[in-house]
């Protein structure tokens, strides 16, 4: 229900052949989505795993669970419409799946002979059944071929005996209904986990670990990482299995018209698409990180090396997060640094010259060239500290 196939070309992702997106920029959909604590509070999967339990369908059912059959129909389908919202709010979802999705009702109509009807022999016979009729267990509705059946919305069991299994049919449909409805939860517990997983591994693995030097780590230093994290998390990375339905090569179109030859795989579930997204985006310094102002997570897009995001200030719409990380970091290092400290006094003290109309503009842009030069040998150690302060300050 959730699959979908992803076009993996240079640093770029195709979803479906025609939604595009950076790798990783999925991820940090999730890692920026705050409704973790309301996922973790309202237990999903451990009702979604009881619900498929409950509605399991046995000759040995217990009496109260088969009386509370279609309260628990219900009640599910009111657990997963709110699973849904989180999920057609979140990409891919948001733009492969349209809000067209199977819901448990319909599977439970296409095995209706394990439900009441309220129906005769005669109903469909004598064509009482049609767009007009109703009754306590559903309404009239016309499948492709233009027939007539009864949509079921009440979903009472009929009883189903040991000796019912003898009848072969009977037996390959129960088998198949519950096969479907194992799937069905399955998909949804999936999803879930997957998006645990964004919060609960990747999360602490990004910022902790591959951002820890505020810097890209080498490839060398990734490994390691991501060896000495798996050894020393409870919630790493080898409890995810990238599960693959299929793999090749396809040529696509890109934004541009032009051929693309790129890896296609097929995802069943969203977990295995962010888990091979993710190590191949970082792979080409394709890297999340936390902003240091406002705490959510941006894409850095190689290049640069970036410890700010470029969204816009709430109170000030004309600066983004990076314009004023820029200042902070400048100052921190002004006042932390001896060498930054120095630079930055003689380039107050010479842009007041400036100022003072005591320096022309290109002496003044002539000695910030030469400041900026002998600053960074004196960063990189190849002068001494006491040369570096005297000349700065000529």
């Known amino acids: 229900m959730f699959n979908f196939k ?56 217990d009496h109260y669970i ?44 296409g095995y209706d002979r394990f439900f009441e009807d309220g129906l005769d022999s005669m109903d469909y016979a004598l064509g009482r059944v049609d767009e007009d009729f109703t009754n306590e267990y559903g309404y009239g509705e ?30 390959d449909d129960l088998r198949e209904l519950n096969s479907s409805i ?38 060398d230093e990734t490994a390691r ?10 919630l790493n990375f080898e409890r995810i299995k990238c599960r693959m339905q299929s793999f090749g090569y396809k040529s696509i179109l890109d934004e541009s018209g032009n051929s693309i030859l790129c890896e296609e795989i097929k995802f069943t579930d969203l977990g295995s698409f962010l888990y091979y997204d993710f190590f191949r985006g970082i792979a080409q310094n394709y890297l999340p ?20 995001c470029d969204n816009l200030l709430a109170d000030e719409l004309d600066k983004t997060c990076r314009d004023i990380g820029s200042k902070h970091r400048y100052a921190e290092k002004c006042k932390n640094d001896p060498i930054w400290q120095t630079y930055n006094r003689a380039y107050k003290a010479h842009y007041a010259r400036y100022m003072k109309k005591k320096m022309t503009v290109a002496e003044f842009e002539k000695w910030s060239r030469f400041a900026s030069d002998i600053r960074d040998k004196a960063l990189a150690g190849d002068i001494s500290f006491e040369q570096y302060y005297v000349e700065i300050r000529k």
Request: with cysteine.
């Open 225 to 234: 990482y991501f060896t000495e994290y798996n050894r020393s998390k409870g």
């Open 142 to 171: 016309k499948d492709d071929i233009g027939n007539y059946f009864l949509r079921l919305n009440r979903f009472d069991l009929r009883p189903l005996k040991k000796d019912d299994l003898a009848d072969e049919d009977v037996a």
């Open 289 to 308: 990180n936390r902003c240091k102002n406002c705490g959510k997570y941006f894409l850095i897009r190689g290049g640069w090396y970036y410890t700010y």
């Open 66 to 109: 088969f009386s509370r059959y279609n309260d628990n129909v219900y009640a599910a389908m009111s657990v997963l419409e709110d699973i849904d919202r989180i999920i057609f709010s979140l990409p891919p979802f948001d733009r492969t799946l349209g809000y067209s999705v199977i819901k448990l009702d319909d599977i439970l109509n």
């Open 182 to 219: 194992d799937s069905f939860f399955d998909i949804y517990i999936d999803f879930l986990t997957a998006y645990l997983q964004v919060h609960q591994t990747y999360k602490p693995f990004i910022c902790d670990w591959l951002n820890r030097n505020e810097a890209f780590p080498t490839s």
């Open 6 to 61: 992803a076009y993996f070309w240079d640093n770029d992702v195709y979803i479906n052949e025609k939604f595009k997106y950076s790798s990783n920029e999925i991820l940090i959909a999730y890692l920026n989505d705050r409704r973790v604590k309301y996922i973790l509070d309202s237990d999903f999967v451990g009702k979604l795993k009881s619900f498929k339990l409950s509605l399991t369908i046995s000759p040995y059912m």
